[in-house]
């Protein structure tokens, strides 16, 4: 019981050391090469943004008084449980924004080169945003609003978002009356969310095969010694020939695909054979399962 306490203790400590990365990590890309360039973004940052340029008030200052009524709506509707990693992660990207509103002072960290620096804060942010999201974190924000949409309405929450970072991102038209930065926002937004979803499914990318054949004794007796995987045993029947037939099945990581074909094809090069992609495999051997 108190080794359980302790490995989920560490578990926590090591989620929000992950978050706490993230936020300074997207500190850093959203004033360093966005901000200072004049281009606004999606999520309440974005909104953040506009608020700036229209009023001076800081970035980081506006992002944590919105998040903080949004907490508030999201705490009576979506519960404690849901907000606890939200509100850390806002505290933190709040505090990270200060800071680096304080050290760079508005300075782009590459001058004259507005689309190479769209281009590099895109991806330290969207990495950042990575690390927050696989730690089972969030930013708050317009996430917390189309969690609350997708609770009362048929949205889903990737539909939720995508509307609000659009309606954010052209508003900029209002305050620079330059298509230009429209289009700079909607570049950011897109390699910012790739690099998200590098980050999150890159790492958990795995593979199932469904492996048939006779000696199916012997495969399972070297992917248990060679790969150190264990694999499962399914009973089926052919539909051809109404013969009774084993199917291995195997779930591995996609770097070990290679490995596992030619294992098999030691054994039983005639062996029927079928890889699919899996978006996540959670349990022994894999990821941590977490809820």
Excluded at 38 to 49: L, N, Y
Excluded at 69 to 79: C, D, E, N, P, T
């Amino acid at each position: 019981m108190v080794t359980k306490k302790i490995q989920k203790a560490y578990y926590s400590i090591q989620d929000y050391l992950i978050i706490f990365a993230g936020t300074v990590l997207y500190g850093f890309g959203f004033n360093g090469f966005i901000l200072s360039n004049e281009i606004v973004t999606g999520g309440v940052s974005g909104i953040s943004a506009l608020i700036f340029f229209a009023t001076s008030i800081p970035v980081s200052v506006s992002y944590f008084v919105i998040n903080v009524v949004l907490l508030a709506i999201a705490f009576k509707i979506l519960g404690l449980k849901f907000l606890l990693k939200t509100i850390f992660g806002v505290v933190s990207l709040s505090l990270s924004l200060s800071f680096f509103e304080w050290l760079l002072n508005g300075v782009p960290i590459i001058k004259d080169q507005v689309f190479m620096s769209i281009i590099l804060g895109a991806a330290i942010c969207g990495t950042g945003l990575g690390f927050i999201f696989s730690a089972n974190g969030s930013t708050g924000g317009t996430d917390i609003l189309a969690a609350v949409i997708n609770k009362y309405r048929n949205v889903s929450i990737g539909t939720g978002l995508l509307l609000f970072d659009f309606v954010i991102i052209s508003s900029s038209f209002l305050l620079f009356h330059n298509v230009d930065k429209i289009v700079f926002g909607f570049v950011e937004m897109v390699i910012s969310n790739y690099m998200l979803d590098r980050i999150i499914n890159g790492n958990r990318q795995s593979v199932q095969f469904l492996i048939f054949s006779q000696k199916y004794d012997e495969i399972t007796e070297r992917i248990l010694k060679d790969l150190g995987r264990g694999c499962t045993l399914l009973d089926g029947v052919g539909g051809y020939s109404q013969k009774p037939t084993k199917v291995v099945v195997l779930l591995a990581k996609k770097s070990e695909s290679l490995t596992i074909f030619r294992l098999i094809k030691e054994v039983d090069n005639q062996a029927f054979i079928s890889q699919s992609i899996v978006r996540g495999v959670y349990g022994e051997g894999f990821d941590q399962i977490k809820a």
